[in-house]
């Protein structure tokens, strides 16, 4: 087990209801002037945007906001808005909406206190030592962002998606009302449900060796949500099942399903690009790349993949490599289960320009990169033509 | 599942080495001149207490010194610790230790900003809302209080052995390296895993339904102790299955696995009692009244013990009542294949007086304590006799 850091700092309000506690929070870290940031559509539409600004007028709490937020959120939005926090001299910032909202939230709390281009942060010029405080009204589980450091923006010029993450921008608070979540479309809903998956398998495809407890905790995570996916599926007001699968898409990203082993990540730098060349919903991207990374990574090294299957998926099959082609199948059924896409022919991307996507990985996540397997251009066009064909 | 909030605001540093940034942490929480609290033997011994001091020194940290504290510690201890931090002024507590230490250290950092007797937080008198911060240097992995808000303390004066928690006394850092644990003896390491199965299983034997991400978490952390647990008795100085059961430990007990369910303790309350009166090792108090309290449970409730027994223990019985009492019998023969006792007998009470024992409970916990079952001064008694007589 390696030696780690795990400092979890955001506190979670759960529940029915918790939404009307926005105020409260506020004033309890000493929040007194937020910049509020949110979408286009449906925190206006369901008049949950409305109902935030009202609690906050009514205990007096002044207020600048930032809408407008795309999925995929884009630099052009990061600027604007740290045009305006400082303008209008906010003292943080409030995202209300899913992760698009709260990694622009991020981004803009980390750019004030800095002198420099905040695409610095992103581009790994600099790192982040301080930012305002950021607190989240959740309305989308799937980024796990209301309970990470982490943020990840697309640079317009160029289509370059970066991640990056610090302590410091966890989230003070986020309030998490699984009734928010009644209205999410199916599609969107089974894209979040992979993208939580995908946070773990990229924590849980490690080298390694005796890390029992993560796995384990990973694991269950996993199993919680193939269990609770189907549920929320079939019927989108079922609160209990809604309520699992909001939760699983916290813990799959605040870090306990990491702690002491090296992680891989390299699938999100693959698919990071799928969704910057050709605009598809992040969750659905995974959902293609990932059993196209693990069909290749399974041939170089099948041990933890065989693990996946068998303790995630109850493949009972004792050759490794026999029992990752057959966990590799199940996660394939279980997300076309869900209704979401598995190949980039059901994504609508036909004749896919894989030597573009693995020119553009190497430029952002380097000539070589991933843990687990080590990719460079010519295994990342390998990883983009399993998923062209598949 | 129910509403929550889980404020898991504490640094976890882990790993080989990480006592050494005992100052770095202490400097960058504002902790100027902490009380440092600890125990009779072996962190003194092994020389761990003089390094903490020399880094201390090193970076011209003040401090004052609170030592002696025993296992279930007392409130004189506590009086004392009050006293001296009073006279010398310091701002913060850092606990070098196990759980005794770091539960002293917590009701001392309660007391301080408090104008009535610390005990009042203890008896239900008065809230905790404030206190000092506390730092911790882990040597004992059982209690979790290195990740928790709560601690407990013996009232001497009758032998009450009360718990209490806040969020504003979870530790502010925990420094957890796996080396120092090394030379706990086999029979105290496995207490300290039996107590941190039981931290587990209050949570986990519950009525609040639908709570399947909070579930297959905590079974999850069952399973990893249940698999290292072995490894650290048969080789003491096995580095990552020390790791494992170290961090096991915290995550039984910083709330992970509790999210969205009404918890039990009745368990702990039976054991405190046995602690008070006979002053047996908790861990080894709960190895008898964990499966005595199973075995009476299961009668009325069987449906989540049965859950435990068939993915924790793997048990493939359909019958409820069956497989509980499968799974009763599975955890007493993994708690013996540790080396703890499983009766009063083996724990050297020949004769316990069931009835002062139910009596005292109920005094404590109330004449009805209890989530999974009610349990009155009666049926304390029964599982007292349960656990006397197997």
Known sequence: MNNFVFYPATKYVFGKGVENKVAKELQAFGMKKPLIVYGKGSVIKSGLLDRV??????????????????????????????????????????????????????AIAAALPYEGDFWDFYCGKAKVTKALPVGVVLTIPAAGSEGSGNTV????????????????????????????????????????????????????????PNVEITDRVAEGVLKAIITEAPKVIANPEDYDARANIMWSGTLAHNGVCSGGREEDWATHGLEHELSAVYDVTHGAGLAV???????????????????????????????????????????KKFLTSIGIPVTMKELGIENPDVKLLAKKVTENKGEIFGNYIKIDREVAEKIYSIAAES
């Open 53 to 106: 600004k009202k609690s906050l007028d009514e205990e007096g709490i002044q207020y600048v906001e930032l809408g407008g937020v795309q999925p995929n959120p884009v630099d052009s939005k990061v600027y604007e808005g740290i045009e305006i926090a400082k303008k209008e001299g906010v003292d943080s910032v409030l995202a209300v909406g899913g992760g698009s909202s709260i990694d622009t939230a991020k």
């Open 153 to 208: 923006i697309t640079k317009l010029d160029g289509l370059h998606k970066l991640g990056m993450g610090s302590d410091v921008l966890r989230p003070k608070f986020a309030l998490m009302n699984p009734e928010l979540t009644f209205t999410l479309p199916p599609y969107q809903t089974a894209a979040g449900i992979t993208d939580m998956m995908a946070h773990i398998m990229e924590r849980y495809f490690s080298n390694t």
């Open 289 to 331: 790349m990932f059993p196209a990374w693990m069909t290749h990574a399974m041939k170089e090294n099948p041990a933890k993949i065989a693990q996946f299957a068998r303790r995630v998926f109850d493949i009972e099959e004792k050759d490794d490599a026999k029992a990752a082609e057959l966990g590799i199948e199940a996660l």
